[in-house]
């Protein structure tokens, strides 16, 4: 028998014995480890999206420095690669994607989505994007140009979208409610239910 | 990129294969599995025992059928196990040892 023929439920199980008997990883601290990452979530990015439509200079500084503006509302980016925010407007919309593997601004949108890891995705982002979206529901204007941003290790990407009509006077709680992890990607557009 | 350019299999950016394949867009829950190998990989970045960087290489470097046949945290497994047994951080004695422990 070989590590090659280990089923990867008795390999993980293996590792996780020889890392704890090597006091590299207890079995506390993995623990402790999925409690916070379970914890960022897209709840953390639409925080930030509502905040940029609410306040101009939150707006500014999160398109200048997202790493800055996420941790102005205290969501955790120790460790975090940088963090490129992109605006959407009636003339450009961006579309994210990572075609080498899964880079994804984890920090304030969580774990990537299954679809953003798949082949299909990281192919026809940068080939069929218009076609990719209607997948999603989403077809964009023709007269709205579309850009699509591949993130690296070293640099991740979000979308500020453009805030839907008939939200004026709400509260900062309720747009975030609005904002899904599709709209901070570019997959989706947010919209009134 | 000129189309006869050869590249490696993890760099599939409008490669063909792919392009007649449909996303789907469904939520998908990731499973205890797949949350304990990314704790893990955080926690040995976070020590400085493996980078991304070498997670990335790892990943990259498993044969073209491996990649596509393996899930995604499987991946990650079969790279973090090869990254420390070649770095030396635990040894194939070991862990087999611990896999066959009762």
Sequence with gaps: ?193 | MDQDEPRAMHDIGGVPRFLCEPVDPSPHSLTEFDRTVDAIRQILGQKQVMSVDELRRGIESLPEATYFGLSYYERWLRSITAILLEKSVITEAELMAAATAP
């Design chain 1, 1 to 193: 028998m070989t590590i090659a023929t280990l089923d990867h439920d008795t390999l993980l199980q293996a590792l996780r014995r020889v890392l704890a008997e090597k006091d590299i990883a207890q079995p506390d601290e993995i623990a402790e480890r999925i409690r916070i990452t379970d914890a960022g979530t897209p709840a953390q990015g639409a925080r930030m999206v509502a905040r940029a439509w609410c306040d101009p200079a939150f707006r500014t500084l999160m398109l200048t420095d997202g790493a800055r503006a996420a941790a102005l509302l205290d969501i955790p980016m120790r460790g975090a690669p940088p963090l490129g925010v992109l605006e959407n407007t009636a003339d450009l919309h961006h579309l994210v994607v990572c075609t080498l593997c899964s880079c994804y601004p984890r920090a304030v949108l969580g774990y990537p989505p299954f679809w953003f890891k798949s082949a299909a995705y990281r192919a026809r982002a940068v080939r069929d994007p218009r076609g990719l979206l209607t997948e999603f529901g989403t077809t964009l204007p023709a007269a709205t140009a579309l850009r699509v941003v591949d993130s690296t290790a070293d640099y991740r990407w979000m979308v500020l979208p453009q805030r839907p009509h008939g939200t004026e006077g709400w509260s900062e709680a309720a747009l975030a409610r609005l904002v899904r992890a599709g709209d901070m990607i570019g997959v989706t557009i947010p919209a009134l239910a």
